[in-house]
């Protein structure tokens, strides 16, 4: 094969702002060959702007054109059209989280073991040059067994103001969900993915009780607001390991995003934003910056091309759909936990309860 053929599905903000762009980057190895979305509209403004020959009435008229896609609905439909894709032998890119359920995750590796097509989901923060330093530095045993783990995504009044974010039925919740399922992803990945065994979570749905809050990413309607806009979580894993999350959209804090993993091993401990190792040495704690990081700025690029390898044979893809299955149990469980108001017990090392 000379060139991949892709077709994007969904042609709304990630579509344009990150996918389509990247991937002409690659032209190399790549050719954007199609465009579908259920607002024809949309696909043929994006088909316009990016010089995208042709736009499909269907996404299975768009399968019969391409050898990969790049799933870019709402979350609702991301299993749906992924196991299409791969019934069709389409490999498939998803965006993040993989999809609203585990049930829907498990039906996707089903179909990508069925057809032994690719299916990857787009977990960019892995492909940060201080994601991908903290992984060869845990790798390499510099900070031994990890046994606390501290994750961050906080944004400071940021609820996103666009698009159907705050929309429950089509993205199955609202920051824990959207935006913690990141550096909840890489934290896992850091660690090596331990299967997790029991979750306690609080979500909180404060905003649709505050009306007129100051919210810097646009207005969206509060009396419909019926996501998560606070989540604090407790995890615990089999090999004794605990993680201690919090997200939000809209944090009462005073910087404007904090955003970090913080490890700490048996031997030494790491931060990742920014990179940061502190490794232990005649028995004291030392703290190294790096001076220079290597790989690209832009994350989209090496997660492009990592999927793209892959596709062709080439390379190993790095984030595979069982890691991501976890990342959505995990989640699941922190909302079924608030919901209760109690722990709950799972079994998650991307296993399928088949
Ligand atoms: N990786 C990231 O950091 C990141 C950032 C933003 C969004 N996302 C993810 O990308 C996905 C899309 O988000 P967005 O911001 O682009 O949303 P958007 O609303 O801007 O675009 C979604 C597009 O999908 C179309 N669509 C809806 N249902 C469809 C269907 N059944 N079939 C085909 N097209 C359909 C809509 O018409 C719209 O054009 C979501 O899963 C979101 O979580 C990821």
Redesign the pocket.
Known sequence: MDKLRIGI???????QG?HIPTLLKLRERVSIEAL????FT?AADASAKFNIPKVTDS?QELFQLVDAVVI????K??SE?AVAALDAGVHVLC???MAMTSRECEEMIEASKRSGKVLSI?F?YRFMKEAVAAKKAVAAGEIGKPLVVRVQALRRRRVPG????TNKEL?GGGSLI?YGC?LLDLSLWLMGNPGPSEVMGTTYNTLSKMPGQVNLWGAFDYSTFNVDDHVTAYIRFENGTSLLLETSWSNNIKEDVIENVSISGDMGGLEVFPFSLNYSKHGMLFNSEAAWLPGEEDPSIPQAQNFVEACLGLSEQIVKPEEALQVTQIIEAIYKSSEEGKSVSIQGKGEMAL
Do not use: L, M, S
Not at 72 to 75: D, G, H, K, L, M
Not at 162 to 165: D, I, K, L, Q, S
């Open positions: 599905i969904g042609a709304g903000g990630i579509a990150r579908y979305d259920v607002n949309t996404y870019c609905t709402p979350n439909f991301h059209i965006e993040k989280p787009a960019h666009w698009g159907v974010f993205q959207d990141h």
